[in-house]
């Protein structure tokens, strides 16, 4: 399941009153359909007890095909949330969700209703997203809402779009940005600094400067070591803490500098009692880190103390 949030360390959305519901959003990739099935996203409020109720109309189709599959679900799916002072003005969508059609490479766009929970499906989408289908596709939000980031775990390139007023996307100058390696999951910190990105095979965390016009740099000493193959990356709100857990039991702690480097914690890396990890995100107050395990292992999530 796929949470989404304003500061991007969590993923929850949640309304600008507390008398207002809040929502989760899944990109469903067509589950339990076959591959290539009409893949839907689906909205659920949250209730008071934490238990989840389908919101009316849900779940809604994204004009894409789902690949009945995905090795890091949690990262195809993105919420943008404008500024304030942008969604006052009538050319910008406020809220707009993002979700990858895994079976045919394209991305669907929607406007979000923050006050009904409801997406509207914008004009054009689903968009291409350039290059070639198949592998696992990763996206990201900046926090500003002006950039969308995207890797695709099938080539060593990391794709950079433009967010228009509209929602419509455009891959900005000097994009795909050349890489060497596969990614698979992607993070952008709260400050917009910096993108950070899991390694598939080389067991490493890649960490790229963000220029103001969204083009991407290697910071110095990228990638930096990590304990396995990817499953998932996160950073805390203020970019002091960086996470990276492997596809087996392993979460690495990294101390983040101000120029994007990482240094792994005293006792990093951690070892978690599931048996797969596949995802991990961070509560509001950045206390707890969440580890998901999809196959149930061990009957339950594990969190750590940040």
């Known amino acids: 399941m796929k949470k989404i949030s304003f500061c991007l360390a969590t993923a ?78 009538s050319t910008f969508a406020a809220n707009l969700l993002y979700a990858v059609n895994q079976g045919d490479g394209t991305l669907s766009a929607f406007r979000l209703d923050p006050t009904t929970g409801n997406l509207t499906a914008l004009a054009g989408s689903p968009f291409l997203i350039d290059g070639p289908p198949g592998g696992d596709y990763s996206i990201a939000a900046s926090p500003d809402g002006r ?5 695709n775990d099938a080539t060593t390139a990391i794709r950079v ?16 940005f050349a890489t060497g390696t596969n990614w698979l999951g992607l993070k952008v910190t709260a400050n917009g600094r910096f993108l950070i990105a899991g390694e598939m095979s080389g067991n490493n965390v890649g960490v790229f400067r963000i220029a103001p016009g969204g083009s991407i740099t290697p910071v110095t000493g990228s990638p930096f070591p990590g304990s396995g193959q990817s499953a998932g990356v996160t950073a805390t709100c203020d970019a002091s803490l960086a996470f990276h857990i492997d596809n087996n039991r392993d979460v690495d702690s990294y101390k983040m500098s101000p120029d994007g480097a990482l240094r792994p914690t005293p006792h990093s890396p951690f070892f978690t009692i599931t048996g797969f990890n596949a995802g991990l995100t961070l509560s509001p107050n950045n206390r707890f880190l969440f580890v998901s395990d999809p196959f149930g292992s061990n009957g339950a999530s594990r969190s750590f103390f940040s």
Request: no cysteine; aromatic share 8%; proline share 8%.
């Open 12 to 89: 929850l959305l949640t309304a600008t009153s507390l008398a207002q519901n809040q929502y989760v959003y899944t990109n469903d990739n067509a589950s339990p359909a076959t591959t290539g099935a009409p893949n839907t996203v689906s909205a659920f409020i949250t209730n008071a007890d934490g238990t989840l109720t389908l919101l009316p109309g849900s779940p809604f189709q994204t004009g894409g095909n789902g690949s009945n599959g995905g090795r890091i679900a949690a990262y195809d799916i993105a919420i943008v949330s404008r500024p304030r002072e942008e969604a006052a003005t």
């Open 147 to 151: 950039f969308l980031f995207a890797a």
């Open 161 to 176: 779009y433009t967010i228009a007023p509209s929602g419509a996307i455009s891959a900005i100058p000097g994009s795909p």
